[in-house]
T-cell receptor, first 114, second 114 residues
Framework: GQQLNQSPQSMFIQEGEDVSMNCTSSSIFNTWLWYKQDPGEGPVLLIALYKAGELTSNGRLTAQFGITRKDSFLNISASIPSDVGIYFCAGQTYSGGSNYKLTFGKGTLLTVNP | NAGVTQTPKFRVLKTGQSMTLLCAQDMNHEYMYWYRQDPGMGLRLIHYSVGEGTTAKGEVPDGYNVSRLKKQNFLLGLESAAPSQTSVYFC?????????????FGPGTRLTVT
């Protein structure tokens, strides 16, 4: 089946630093989604990308849909303590009818040191 | 607008006991999903539903059953709980936008089977 390789698995940074994480796959996806999960909570959608090459920002977050449709990255600028959490990428494929499938990466654990 | 809600938040079961997890959404979404999240495994799809009265198997369906009698509710049942089913369970719902389905998650149910 489809697999997403998300890296890095974890990051420990100082407040104010920029962060970059990415997901790669051997499969092509129609949509890339980035989620953040706070401890004890469900994942929350941060950014959705619909077209190859698309670059989208949401505040200090920027994500790009790779032109090969097999990868995506998420950047966080000027990190703050509340950025702490697990970040998941998810790639969506569509194979006709109601067959939408979302595949999740295993997550990047971000720790921000104040 | 409460979004996606899940009950209960926590539960402890003995091996062999049964229980039902309830997911409710007030966003009129067509699709609903049940995932389990285990350390190092990311989110794995158990079952999903593309509309009222329909259900389908996901990646890890064994030991679980689901029902979608009403559009706003999606129930996950464990008929005979096993320790391997100790996990955090997330429900999600989605709607079609820009040709893709963006999933919105509930807060999770933490289940321990002893």
């Amino acid at each position: 089946g489809q697999q997403l390789n998300q890296s890095p698995q974890s990051m420990f940074i100082q407040e104010g630093e920029d962060v970059s994480m990415n997901c790669t796959s051997s499969s092509i996806f129609n949509t890339w989604l980035w989620y953040k999960q706070d401890p004890g909570e469900g994942p929350v959608l941060l950014i959705a990308l619909y077209k190859a090459g698309e670059l989208t920002s949401n505040g200090r977050l920027t994500a790009q849909f790779g032109i090969t449709r097999k990868d995506s990255f998420l950047n966080i600028s000027a990190s703050i303590p509340s950025d702490v959490g697990i970040y998941f990428c998810a790639g969506q494929t569509y194979s006709g009818g109601s067959n939408y499938k979302l595949t999740f990466g295993k997550g990047t654990l971000l720790t921000v040191n104040p | 607008n409460a979004g996606v809600t899940q009950t209960p938040k926590f539960r402890v079961l003995k091996t062999g006991q049964s229980m039902t997890l309830l997911c409710a959404q007030d966003m009129n979404h067509e699709y609903m999903y049940w995932y389990r999240q285990d350390p190092g495994m990311g989110l794995r799809l158990i079952h999903y539903s593309v509309g009222e009265g329909t259900t389908a198997k996901g990646e890890v369906p064994d030991g679980y059953n689901v029902s979608r009698l009403k559009k706003q509710n999606f129930l996950l049942g464990l008929e005979s709980a096993a320790p391997s089913q100790t996990s955090v369970y997330f429900c999600a719902s989605s709607y079609l936008t820009s040709g893709s389905y963006e999933q919105y998650f509930g807060p999770g149910t933490r289940l321990t089977v002893t």
